[in-house]
């Protein structure tokens, strides 16, 4: 006769899943890295943009003191759907958006460090908000996009030698692709050098 193994939280008496869990204790180590987390945390993410972030009335980013995403932004459960919890918040303070080409802009740049301050959140336009990371130096382009196969140093030196030999030589002595070097001369990469 098979043992069954019991979830190791304590008073769980459900039968063991995974890395000793039952089911549920599982999904959420998983989902949250606590096997206790409960859904009265959504609530109180609710309460709390309420309560303390829409009363917030100072120029000092508010962070957000509950789940992150993987770039820093907030998280939250808001209408059956997990989203940015500054995106709840403008919606909140300005409404909907417009369409559904607009972002929930920070006037701050400090959305990656989790700000929900209401006065530093408005709608923008994907193009607008974009331009405004250039602006705050959020915007991850060059040896900060996690895509890059060179720094800028190399694209400068690639820069300098475009006209003085082939694509393919210039590719051969700093150690990258043609098409590197292709998009470089065609501003395609590395335009704002």
Request: glycine content about 10%.
């Amino acid at each position: 006769m098979a043992v069954i193994s019991l979830c190791s939280v304590e008073d769980c008496c459900k039968p063991a899943a995974s890395r000793g869990w039952c089911q549920m204790h599982y999904v959420r180590w998983l989902k949250h890295g606590d096997t206790n987390v409960v859904l009265l945390e959504m609530h109180k993410q609710i309460r709390w943009l309420s309560d303390v972030a829409l009363a917030h009335s100072d120029d000092e980013c508010l962070q957000w003191p509950f789940e992150r995403n993987r770039k820093g932004y907030g998280r939250v459960k808001f209408n059956k759907k997990r989203q940015g919890a500054h995106r709840v918040l403008c919606e909140l303070v300005h409404g909907p958006a417009p369409s559904s080409g607009y972002d929930a802009a920070h006037s701050c740049g400090n959305g990656h460090e989790g700000c929900v301050n209401p006065n530093h959140i408005r709608w923008l336009t994907r193009r607008e908000n974009m331009l405004e990371k250039h602006v705050h130096g959020t915007m991850a382009r060059g040896s900060r996009n996690g895509n890059a196969t060179m720094n800028e140093e190399t694209a400068g030196q690639v820069k300098r030698l475009i006209g003085t030999m082939t694509q393919q030589k210039i590719a051969d002595l700093l150690g990258v692709t043609r098409s590197a070097v292709r998009d470089i001369k065609l501003g395609k990469a590395w335009g704002w050098l």
